[in-house]
């Protein structure tokens, strides 16, 4: 599998696409919504390209596509049903999502090495909470950094920088996992080093196009480049 990396005091992870697949449960949102605004579904797939700027990123880039770049007529459409998506959504956080095979226990694996263990998203704070406690991941998470918590999101450093102030740390002692360009943009920017899985929403592209330090196949290989050990003996590749 390659060096072990020195354990970093302070582990970052994405969320969408990284810890859990929400993939699913985004689209489903979208297409109630649209649904009810008189538009007819959008495929999944297409829905999944634009998962990773943020929610409200996410229905505006909707709303353009539903109505063929018909400026005004999104943002009139943005301001009446943008709180509906996200009431819809709240309401079906956790029933169509899953954290990736591995995900809960190498977070617990990590804690107990001794990492802190932190989420920076650029998903809406609230959401992003409520998702973690319907996916039992939340007690495992030392900070987390949501949409709104720093004037720009990622691929700003900005999200990044405050998961740092926040831990006591440096640059140089975190690490950070996503699945996005924009992710390994936000820790360039930060001077953090940053792994990638392959597994998320990269708006359709491979991730190594985007040249992360590494990138990953699994939790588990997580952990092996690390050296942490798994907390059970049934945890493998």
Same mark, same amino acid.
């Given at each position: 599998?390659?060096?072990?990396?020195?354990?970093?005091?302070?582990?970052?992870?994405?969320?969408?696409?990284?810890?859990?697949?929400?993939?699913?449960?985004?689209?489903?949102?979208?297409?109630?919504?649209?649904?009810?605004?008189?538009?007819?579904?959008?495929?999944?797939?297409?829905?999944?390209?634009?998962?990773?700027?943020?929610?409200?990123?996410?229905?505006?880039?909707?709303?353009?596509?539903?109505?063929?770049?018909?400026?005004?007529?999104?943002?009139?459409?943005?301001?009446?049903?943008?709180?509906?998506?996200?009431?819809?959504?709240?309401?079906?956080?956790?029933?169509?999502?899953?954290?990736?095979?591995?995900?809960?226990?190498?977070?617990?694996?990590?804690?107990?090495?001794?990492?802190?263990?932190?989420?920076?998203? %650029?998903? @809406? /704070?609230? +959401?992003?909470?409520?998702?973690?406690?319907? #996916?039992? &991941?939340?007690?495992?998470?030392?900070?987390?950094?949501?949409?709104?918590?720093?004037?720009?999101?990622?691929?700003?450093?900005?999200?990044?920088?405050?998961?740092?102030?926040?831990?006591?740390?440096?640059?140089?002692?975190?690490?950070?996992?996503?699945?996005?360009?924009?992710?390994?943009?936000?820790?360039?920017?930060?001077?953090?080093?940053?792994?990638?899985?392959?597994?998320?929403?990269?708006?359709?592209?491979?991730?190594?196009?985007? %040249?992360? @330090? /590494?990138? +990953?196949?699994?939790?588990?290989?997580?952990? #092996?480049? &690390?050296?942490?050990?798994?907390?059970?003996?049934?945890?493998?590749?």
């Amino acid at each position: 599998m390659g060096q072990v990396a020195p354990l970093p005091r302070l582990i970052m992870f994405d969320l969408d696409g990284t810890l859990v697949d929400t993939a699913l449960e985004i689209a489903c949102s979208v297409n109630q919504t649209l649904d009810e605004a008189g538009f007819d579904p959008l495929p999944a797939a297409l829905i999944r390209e634009w998962i990773g700027k943020g929610t409200a990123w996410l229905f505006a880039t909707v709303l353009q596509r539903v109505t063929g770049q018909d400026e005004e007529r999104a943002a009139q459409l943005y301001d009446r049903y943008y709180p509906r998506f996200l009431q819809v959504y709240h309401d079906l956080t956790g029933i169509h999502s899953q954290p990736y095979p591995g995900a809960p226990e190498a977070l617990e694996a990590l804690r107990s090495a001794g990492c802190q263990l932190a989420v920076v998203t %650029n998903k @809406d /704070r609230d +959401l992003s909470q409520r998702l973690l406690d319907s #996916q039992g &991941l939340a007690q495992a998470i030392d900070i987390l950094v949501g949409g709104g918590d720093t004037p720009e999101g990622k691929p700003s450093p900005q999200p990044l920088q405050k998961a740092l102030v926040d831990a006591g740390l440096g640059a140089q002692d975190a690490l950070f996992v996503g699945d996005s360009s924009n992710d390994i943009q936000a820790a360039r920017r930060a001077g953090v080093t940053v792994w990638a899985f392959n597994h998320g929403y990269n708006h359709g592209e491979p991730i190594a196009a985007a %040249n992360p @330090d /590494r990138v +990953l196949d699994s939790f588990p290989e997580l952990l #092996q480049r &690390l050296g942490v050990e798994p907390p059970l003996a049934s945890f493998s590749f």
